[in-house]
């Protein structure tokens, strides 16, 4: 069976400084991993993803993540926040013995002070 | 290209009441996902279609939840009767290998 956990539910930061959203994740199989982040009445739109190549992942404005095995972690990071980065941002977990099927975790809502 | 496409992108309906929302996936894209996403937490799958068969519908309520997908394209979710705990963002995805999913903007359900 897959599962995410989220360790935070709410993350506050200040524009410019950096962000880390932290993201645990079980699967019996090689998993590939999502983040994906939603804006206010807007929907999912995907960040980055690991699919077994690198295991620092690039993705869209500005975010990285890792994927630490050892540690079945998968943390979301930015170095400066922007005020647009407030959002709430889903880790999610997809396997082959799930049938590629897509297990979010709970969710962090990140708020940006300036 | 354009997204995924779903209406009404808002509905108020009172318990007992039916509603039924639309999605239309990116052209191609051969799997059709719904999702329930409650307020305060993550999506959850009620049913994924294959072209126009069902994949996986494990988790759809179907003693009030029916969903279909009759030419493979365009896909309906239907609530008959509404309860409370329905109310929900309803989201709809699609996909072209099974691995990477696109998401629509979502239906707010409010069930009063």
């Known amino acids: 069976a897959q599962s995410v956990t989220q360790l935070d539910s709410h993350v506050s930061v200040s524009e410019g400084t950096p962000v880390l959203l932290r993201c645990n994740y079980s699967s019996s199989y090689s998993p590939s991993l999502f983040w994906y982040v939603q804006h206010p009445n807007k929907g999912l739109q995907l960040l980055l993803k690991y699919t077994s190549a690198a295991t620092l992942v690039k993705g869209i404005n500005g975010f990285e993540a890792e994927f630490k095995k050892s540690e079945t972690s998968f943390h979301l990071t930015k170095p400066s926040a922007h005020m647009s980065d407030a959002a709430e941002y889903f880790c999610v977990v997809s396997d082959r013995g799930a049938g590629n099927m897509l297990t979010f975790g709970g969710g962090t809502r990140l708020m940006v002070k300036p | 290209e354009a997204g995924v496409a779903q209406s009404p992108r808002y509905k108020i309906i009172e318990k007992r009441q039916s509603v039924a929302f639309w999605c239309n996936p990116i052209s191609g894209h051969a799997t059709l996902y719904w999702y329930q996403q409650i307020l305060g937490q993550g999506p959850k799958l009620l049913i994924q279609f294959q072209n126009n068969g069902v994949v996986d519908d494990s988790q759809l309520p179907k003693d009030r939840f029916s969903a279909e997908r009759l030419k493979g394209v365009d896909s309906t979710l239907k609530i008959q009767p509404a309860k409370l705990e329905d109310s929900a963002v309803y989201l709809c995805?699609?996909?072209?290998?099974?691995?990477?999913?696109?998401f629509g903007p979502g239906t707010r359900l409010t069930v009063t």
């Open positions: 995805a699609s996909s072209f290998n099974r691995r990477e999913q696109y």
